[in-house]
């Protein structure tokens, strides 16, 4: 973070290989590990671990120690048909969770899980700056795009169709690829107009998807580098790879950093993980390979 983003001429063509996070620069030439904090009761994985103050704390430190770059913080279950808590019920789990995680570790970088503009107001104007990690891509919040120009944070979009309610109630496409492309270009253009320059892709695995279309998004994921900006994956303990392999998300693990693996070699910049440990290592690995140089 040496270097000042004033120093950098925008060009919303250019590829981004950093975020701007709290004045510096976060480097993404080698890739993130993105921990995730649910602190929900329902989680399709985790559900119920991190309720308390105690816990949220322990579960940072753990992050953090096992080479985490960023820690993810999340109150609104939204995995496939979860009900929607209200925005006060999100607002008192997550603001408390947040400050906490920020006064014992203040050098954390924090992403919020949300995709209601109100709650990233309240924490961000609380507790300081954080990433929104909005799963809707402002589709669930006609204000959220205009909250995060004004705060002037990093911002991730994730691909969805539909709501987590009804997402996998046969999903179709013309052609996913395209038309995700075509989903992405056109919000970040949006955010573009709106002098929103730090924008993170998530292709949105299994929100909205058939195992089909998870697996043809990972076989085509290198398609959204054409889009020049940071791409994170998030396939850890998914349906796309427990349903697939006949077993259940606590068996998980091999078939995330297989996925894991897959995606780095196509170009994701960040990963979304429940195991820490494991990803941090797929990434050093893939590094070294990526290193070494071809023999003529």
């Known amino acids: 973070m040496n270097k000042s983003y004033m120093d950098i001429e925008f060009n919303p063509f250019r590829k981004h290989k950093f975020i701007v996070y709290q004045g510096g620069l976060v480097d993404l030439s080698l890739p993130l590990v993105m921990g995730i904090i649910n602190i929900t009761p329902d989680s399709f994985y985790d559900g119920g671990r991190y309720e308390t103050e105690n816990a949220i704390l322990k579960r940072a430190e753990q992050i953090l120690l096992e080479g985490g770059g960023i820690i993810d913080i999340g109150a609104c279950s939204t995995r496939p048909g979860s009900m929607t808590i209200s925005e006060n019920d999100e607002m008192n789990k997550l603001l408390p969770a947040v400050k906490a995680v920020r006064k014992h570790f203040s050098g954390a970088i924090i992403s919020i899980d949300t995709f209601r503009s109100a709650v990233a107001r309240k924490v961000i104007g609380e507790a300081g700056e954080c990433i929104i990690n909005d799963i809707s891509g402002g589709t669930m919040d006609e204000d959220m795009f205009s909250a995060v120009a004004q705060l002037r944070v990093p911002y991730i979009i994730m691909h969805i169709k539909g709501t987590p309610q009804n997402m996998q109630a046969n999903p179709v496409y013309d052609n996913v690829i395209k038309d995700i492309l075509r989903y992405f270009a056109e919000k970040i253009n949006k955010l573009n107009m ?40 998030g396939v850890s303990r998914k349906s796309m790879i427990y349903k697939l392999l006949n077993i259940s998300q606590n068996e998980a693990l091999n078939g995330t950093t297989v996925l894991n693996t897959v995606a780095l070699l196509k170009g994701a910049d960040i990963l979304r993980v429940h195991d820490v440990k494991e990803a941090v290592e797929v990434v050093k690995i893939v590094q070294e390979m990526k290193s070494v140089k071809v023999l003529k």
């Open 194 to 233: 709106l002098g929103v320059k730090d924008i993170i892709i998530d292709p949105g695995f299994g929100f909205g998807k058939t195992l089909e279309h998870n697996y043809t998004i990972m076989k085509h994921l290198e398609s959204f580098r054409f889009l020049q900006v940071p791409l994170l994956v």
